[in-house]
């Protein structure tokens, strides 16, 4: 099975930290995404990567950067954590598509609750 | 990327037949229409995908027409497990260059009732 981790299920900060968010993937996907998922928005990609150091901007990146030093975890930091970004975080990963392939399938991490106080 | 829409939410009864249909007006040669469950406080979980026609597996049938221009998921008899939300996905097969993004739309929320 197919397994993404996220660090934490629930988590607490103060406005202005730094927060580092995990997640780590078990099947050698090379594509990796973060996502907000908050009530009335749906689900929105902050940013994903599609190689180990590569990194591209989704719908909502402002406030938030990633790291992507090895295959298999995708960091995404706060780097001054506010209140606005008290949210649910979803990390998934998928294959590459190949050519002559379908889109492939993404498999999502349980998620992580994230409150800024 | 195509934008997708679906309604925001639908009752239905146990044992009944669900169809949720999505419009993709926009969709490309080369992209797929994939389709995710969400259950509360989890993340989304595969379904079904297809390209067009239909396609069928032990969840859901997926019926895309002749101009893929919006497909129907369907789900057969339904049970109060099946209440969830629903997200309609349309894009990124092989050729977009960016390893296939994922962009989900507002989803349905189909709700069960006994």
């Known amino acids: 099975d197919v397994k993404v981790t996220q660090s934490s299920r629930y988590l607490v900060k103060r406005t202005g930290e730094k927060v580092f968010l995990e997640c780590v993937q078990d099947?050698?996907?090379?594509?990796m995404f973060w996502y907000r998922q908050d009530p009335g928005l749906g689900l929105r990609l902050i940013y994903f990567s599609y190689d180990v150091k590569m990194k591209e901007k989704g719908d909502i990146p402002e406030g938030y950067s990633v790291s992507r030093e090895k295959k298999e975890r995708f960091s995404l930091i706060l780097e001054s954590a506010s209140t606005n970004q008290t949210s649910m975080y979803l990390c998934?990963?998928?294959?590459?598509?190949?050519?002559?392939?379908?889109?492939?399938?993404?498999?999502f991490g349980q998620g992580t609750r994230l409150t800024v106080v | 990327l195509a934008k997708t829409t679906q309604p925001i939410s639908m009752d239905s009864y146990e044992g009944q037949e669900v169809n949720i249909t999505c419009s993709h007006n926009?969709?490309?040669?080369?992209?797929?229409i994939t389709w995710y469950q969400q259950f509360p406080s989890q993340g989304p979980r595969f379904i079904i995908q297809?390209?067009?026609t239909k396609v069928t597996n032990e969840v859901a049938s997926l019926f895309i027409p002749a101009d893929r221009k919006s497909s129907t998921l369907s789900l057969p008899r339904v049970s109060l497990s099946d209440t969830a939300v629903y997200y309609c996905l349309v894009g990124d097969g092989p050729i977009y260059n960016q390893g296939g993004k994922l962009i989900f739309g507002q989803g349905t929320e189909l709700s069960v009732k006994p």
């Open positions: 926009n969709i490309a040669t080369n992209d797929y």
């Open positions: 099947m050698d996907h090379e594509n």
């Open positions: 297809g390209y067009k």
């Open positions: 998934a990963s998928s294959l590459y598509p190949r050519t002559g392939e379908e889109a492939t399938e993404a498999f």
